[in-house]
């Protein structure tokens, strides 16, 4: 059909002649109403994205010197945080004389990753950077059973 031809077809039927394959020859046209296509794909890509899990970095900041309590309360957080699905970079801060024992971080550290060891898994271990001893902790990943 004539290009003239398909052009006078759309009009008629008030709708949009819309080239589906250029390349092709001769060249595959459609006679759709493009502001309804439009707005069916955005509504298709927003429900897609919908359905997406993005994986936040939550952060969580503790002490050397942290007492059980306070270690509990921020434990039962990072407990949350995991199961939300959410990795956790954890932050231990030293501060003036504390910087010569770092082992007392590591510890804390080390009771922190265990405490949460059911659900979670250790992506980076702890490392110094500066004054802070950084740990990143990820959710494990839920495995499917096949019955």
């Known amino acids: 059909m004539s290009t003239r031809d398909a052009l006078q077809m759309a009009r008629t039927k008030e709708l949009d002649l819309i080239e589906v394959a250029p390349s092709a020859t001769p060249p595959v046209c459609r006679i759709m109403d493009f502001g309804k296509f439009k707005y069916a794909r955005s509504k298709r890509d927003r429900e897609s994205r919908k359905k997406q899990k993005t994986t936040e970095m939550r952060m969580l900041r503790i002490r050397p010197r942290i007492d059980d309590h306070d270690f509990n309360v921020k434990l039962k957080a990072l407990r949350r945080l995991l199961e939300e699905g959410d990795k956790v970079k954890v932050n231990l801060l030293f501060r003036s004389r504390e910087m010569t024992h770092p082992e007392f971080g590591q510890r804390v550290l080390a009771k922190l990753a265990e405490g949460v060891g059911d659900i979670a898994q250790v992506e980076r271990a702890p490392g110094l950077e500066g004054r ?16």
């Open 132 to 147: 802070m001893l950084t740990m990143i902790v990820a959710p494990k990943a839920e495995k499917t059973e096949t019955t």
